[in-house]
């Protein structure tokens, strides 16, 4: 089977990566109820994945952006990358953070998990993906809900403690502890794993 992505008008051949990291919900505009709290967490959970981010850049292994699109349907992912950035406060911040380069792949979803009605479980089947590197906001909702459909689906999972947050340390805590159980997750922080050639 011959796996395609198209650049510049040109179809080429998109890489295997068996590996790929999921950005859930970094670009974000944080006007919900429980943004203040989660904020602070946000930034450095971003701080940790823009790191781990650029390791996976430099090792040629692919990023996906899995996010919501905030109730705005027509809107596609580049307009909501704009309306964040011109946002104050931890909106922008987290954009500057964690802004997609363009090798990176995008997927809007409509609920917490990133595979429910999108395109995710395709994407990751033509990439030939084994592993699923798993951060974001927030660590009890849509990372955990996406946790549980990549579980299903047979995939290895590593959710990187450092780079996932909810709106109190507690919360964080609880989920973290809960998919390293029930769904066998690593969730060892990615400060303190390497990431070794698969």
Known sequence: M???????GQQEPLPHSRRVLLLVDFINPM??????DL???ALAAARAAAALKQ???????RTIYVND???QWRSDFRTLVQHCRRQRGPAAQLVRQLSPG?????????????FHATPLELLLEQLGTRQLVIAGLATDYCVMCTAMDA??????????????????PEKHELALAWMHDALKA???????????AR
């Open 55 to 61: 390791r996976f850049d430099v090792a040629g292994e």
């Open 2 to 8: 011959r796996r395609y992505v198209t650049t510049g």
């Open 39 to 41: 904020a602070p967490h």
């Open 151 to 168: 579980f299903v689906r047979g995939y290895r999972l590593w959710i990187p403690a450092d780079c996932t947050a909810a709106e109190s």
């Open 186 to 196: 690593d969730i060892l922080p990615a400060a303190r794993q390497p990431l070794r």
């Open 102 to 114: 363009a090798d990176d792949l995008t997927v809007l979803k409509p609920r917490h998990s990133g």
């Open 69 to 71: 699109n905030f109730g």
């Open 31 to 36: 006007s919900f109820i429980g943004a203040d």
